[in-house]
């Protein structure tokens, strides 16, 4: 929560104060999960971050529509090749709460997927720019999946 939660809010409104100040708008891109929606076993701390994040971004679009700042979610999935989240032990305990090994995982997460794909970093920047490269410049309180089509995580 420190670092998720408490961490966006504290950068978020850092950005805030620099885009007040120059008056003319601009973007906050939130990297949330799948997990914001999702409930996955073995999970709640991460999980319900995850879920405070995304709703934190939909406060912060609510305000800061007027000064032209627009605040929108990228969710994705799994990023496993050169994330930092896979270290420390978080990989064993996924795989343990699958059923897998470690070695295992990014097939287990591209078959879970309606595409059958591994996320890749590229993909996550994509949909950022996807937010901030002017296409989508009168979108704000969005999400974007970016998971391969994971079910589950589909908004209702």
Known sequence: YDILV?????VS???IEVMRKQG????????????AVVAGPNNPGY???K?????LTRLMAAELGAD?????????????SDSNIWSGGWAEGRAKAYGVTVEELPAYYAKRTLLNEII??????NACYAFVGGLLGKSTGNALNV???VGMGFYR
């Open 68 to 80: 032209k700042i627009r605040v929108n979610t990228v969710n994705p999935d799994a990023v496993i």
């Open 120 to 125: 890749l970093p590229d993909d996550i920047a």
């Open 147 to 149: 998971d391969g089509g």
């Open 6 to 10: 408490k961490g966006q809010f504290i």
């Open 24 to 35: 003319f708008g601009g973007d906050i891109v939130n990297i949330v999960s799948k997990n």
């Open 47 to 49: 999980g319900s971050a």
């Open 51 to 55: 879920a405070a994040q995304a709703h």
């Open 13 to 15: 409104k850092a950005g």
